[in-house]
């Protein structure tokens, strides 16, 4: 089992749409959890970055971990066409040095 | 220009070549990391480095040697390229533990 599972998608939606974007981990001693968002040919960049469980409001973007289910999520509320690139999952190791990361998943929003 | 940049953006090389992909940071950042990333696989550590002098193996480091003299600069070599090392490299650098890690815009390798 991998330590980080995430369904590649791709996902297409609507504009407007809320769209749920998840990942299940097996390493219970994972304590910080973050998003990244790729643009195609572009480099990762950080969406959201949570401390144990609980939800991250940013806008349009909430992030959710459930430390007992060992599930994180991603909720993008209205989405929009500007929305459409990979997410990725990934948690920090416990010396808070290297990420694990899911394998993204492909989200496109249509106008 | 300020942030964290990589050359090439594109190389094609043959297999048996060597090759190095170069990374750069203006933050002085001390953890630097190269990944790899291809379809089905997401992206995967190749090596990473804490500090000037100091690196480490990450999930996949065979066929590939790192290092870091200086905190800026962390290149990745391919001593001998081979067809399975066609990839888009990622340099990433950290301020230090437990902080966000910021990626380079990429170096897309094809050897043939």
């Known amino acids: 089992q991998k330590e980080v599972e995430q369904d590649p998608g791709p996902l297409s939606v609507p504009e407007g749409a809320i769209v749920s974007l998840n990942c299940t981990y097996s390493n219970s001693a994972f304590q910080y959890f973050m998003w990244y968002r790729q643009y195609s040919r572009k480099g990762p960049e950080l969406l959201m970055y949570t401390y144990s469980s609980g939800n991250k409001e940013d806008g349009r973007f909430t992030a959710q971990v459930d430390k007992s289910s060992k599930y994180i999520s991603l909720f993008i509320r209205d989405s929009q066409p500007s929305d459409s690139a990979t997410y990725l999952c990934?948690?920090?190791?416990?010396?808070?040095?290297?990420?694990?990361f899911g394998k993204g998943t492909t989200l496109s929003v249509s106008s | 220009d300020a942030g964290i940049t990589q050359s090439p953006r594109y190389k094609i090389t043959e297999t048996g070549r060597q090759v190095t992909l170069m990374c750069h940071q203006t933050w002085s950042h001390s953890y630097m990391f190269w990944y790899r990333q291809d379809l089905g696989h997401g992206l995967r550590l190749i090596y990473y480095?804490?500090?000037?002098?100091?690196?480490d193996k990450g999930e996949v480091p065979d066929g590939y040697v790192v290092s870091r003299s200086k905190t800026e600069n962390f290149p990745l070599t391919l001593e001998s390229a081979t067809r399975s090392q066609t990839s888009v490299y990622f340099c990433a650098s950290q301020r230090d533990s437990y902080n966000e890690q910021f990626f380079g815009p990429g170096t897309r390798l094809t050897v043939l």
């Open positions: 990934a948690m920090l190791n416990q010396a808070g040095t290297a990420l694990i």
């Open positions: 480095s804490a500090a000037a002098d100091i690196t």
